[in-house]
């Protein structure tokens, strides 16, 4: 898991635009968890660790994900 959130991080620290979770994890490697990623930013934004989420959180497809 903590490969995964170091990749997802280095995706969103590199983009300029906000990404939903099927781009982030696409560009992540790793487009089989979404489900995973969808879990780790929610827990990165509560924990302000550097994420931002747009959106419904109860919708995961309407969210859009940032770095902060």
């Known amino acids: ?3 995964l ?3 997802v991080m280095q995706v ?3 983009e300029s635009a906000p990404l ?3 781009d ?3 560009k992540a490697g790793a487009s089989e968890q979404t489900e995973a990623i969808y ?3 929610r827990h990165l934004q509560a924990n302000k660790r550097g ?3 747009q959106g419904n959180m109860a919708q995961p ?3 859009m994900v940032s770095a902060s």
């Open 39 to 41: 879990k780790l930013v």
């Open 12 to 14: 969103l620290q590199a």
């Open 1 to 3: 898991m903590l490969d």
């Open 5 to 7: 959130q170091k990749r």
């Open 20 to 22: 939903s979770l099927t």
């Open 61 to 63: 497809s309407s969210l």
């Open 24 to 26: 982030l994890a696409q």
């Open 51 to 53: 994420v931002v989420c």
